[in-house]
């Protein structure tokens, strides 16, 4: 069973106390030495990496006083970022045994601190991600995402009789999915094509990027954000392709896969020293080998002989797309692990680029394709 920081009625009573006996005046602060005698008082009643929060809450509080809100945002397992930075302030590190070194864990336990510790960068949050962590609702975004890719491209593997360079056969650019500059009003298409491959090896690395990297993001940070970051990176990979590749068509999620990717990189990058997954180095050098491997690819193929009239082959541009994504939402998601994005001024910020370059990009293809007069490739 994975522990939740005590029960609800723990909690109710734990909060109850706190406001009946040592808040009678409604001041909305409590003093620190009668909090930590509550503590040391219920302190079986609560779980000890939550125990250990709190203690460092009150040993390290210069003010001498507690915020009862943030007594409360704790125990319903909610952080506000006043109660973060009282933690994280200065010098003020919790006390107890790392959760590496934690014996007796079950199967269960040992894949979330696995988890905690590859995504992470703090002690504190991997503690409460540990403590607070229901395997429900499980990472169904990035594996629905997934499947529904795979079980395209088996279709069309069937319906083309190929499955390496699915793209070489002369079909390929008919379905309803792909992103082509000459369907470019077909507004589906900037989301869709992520849903085609170009053949075997192209989907292969898409996938094991995607389940490596975005099922441990998404178990931590949540369905939405990593979806939204994924989709984010999408979009941004097809209008890149409409604005700087404008003859070309787009097909593969590398858009999405390498705004998450090159978050977490990024993310590894600026948080070094408190980034405690194995060998990192090692996975760091090879997930950029791998990714620049894809990218060679996909820049080869860009500008191989095409088998369609007119048409040249699929666009790199997508993964360049996802990767400025990746580098400014991206990581903003990543270092605000259950804070409020809303309450950061630099998400706003990166907000306003990508919303600026998404009216560009339309205003772009609206106009530009008529006014520098493209000549575009036929429907397929």
């Known amino acids: ?36 005698s ?24 210069a003010d001498g006083k507690i915020c009862y809100q943030d007594f409360v945002n704790l125990m319903s397992n909610k952080r506000s970022n006043s109660f973060r ?3 994280l302030q ?33 002690e504190i949050d991997r503690k409460w991600y540990y403590d607070s962590y229901t395997c429900w609702p499980p990472p169904c975004f990035m594996i ?22 699915q793209v070489s056969h002369p079909h390929f650019l008919k379905g309803p999915l792909i992103y082509h500059p000459k369907l470019r009003i077909q507004a589906w298409r900037y989301v869709s094509y992520i849903f085609m491959h170009t053949g075997i090896e192209h989907l292969s690395l898409n996938v ?5 990297v975005g099922v441990p993001l998404e178990m931590v940070h949540g369905a939405m954000r990593i979806g939204l970051l994924y989709i984010f990176g999408v979009l941004a990979g097809s209008l890149a392709v409409s604005v700087a590749d404008m003859t070309a068509p787009a097909v593969g999620s590398s858009g999405g896969v390498y705004a998450l990717v090159s978050a977490h990189l990024a993310n590894v990058v600026m948080n070094w020293s408190g980034m405690k997954c194995q060998f990192k180095l090692l996975r760091m050098a090879v997930a950029l080998v791998c990714m620049s491997a894809e990218f060679g690819r996909a820049v080869w193929l860009r500008f191989y002989p095409s088998v369609f009239l007119l048409c040249p082959n699929p666009s790199f541009v997508a993964h360049l797309g996802g990767v400025g994504v990746g580098i400014t939402l991206g990581v903003v998601v990543l ?13 706003w910020i990166f907000v306003f680029v990508y919303v600026v370059f998404i009216l560009l990009s339309i205003f772009w293809n609206i106009f530009a394709y008529d006014l520098l007069d493209i000549k575009l490739p036929p429907a397929p």
């Open 90 to 122: 200065g010098s003020r590190k919790l006390k107890g045994t790392p959760l590496l070194e934690e014996p007796g864990l079950n199967a269960s336990q040992r894949l979330i601190r696995h988890v905690a510790y590859e995504t992470l960068p703090r």
């Open 335 to 347: 270092r605000n692990f259950e804070q409020r994005l809303q309450e950061q001024s630099v998400w």
């Open 144 to 165: 629905t995402v997934t499947i529904v890719e795979v079980a395209v491209f088996v279709y069309y593997g069937l319906v083309l009789d190929r499955w390496v360079l």
């Open 85 to 87: 930075r009282a933690i």
């Open 38 to 61: 509550l503590l040391r008082t219920h302190a079986s009643e609560l779980d000890p990496h939550k125990l250990e929060v709190l203690l460092a809450l009150a040993d390290n509080n």
């Open 208 to 212: 094991a990027l995607q389940l490596l």
């Open 1 to 36: 069973m994975i522990r939740l920081g005590g029960t609800m009625l723990a909690r109710e009573k734990m909060v109850a106390l706190l406001r009946e006996e040592f808040d009678p005046d409604n001041s909305g602060y409590i003093s620190t030495e009668k909090f930590r």
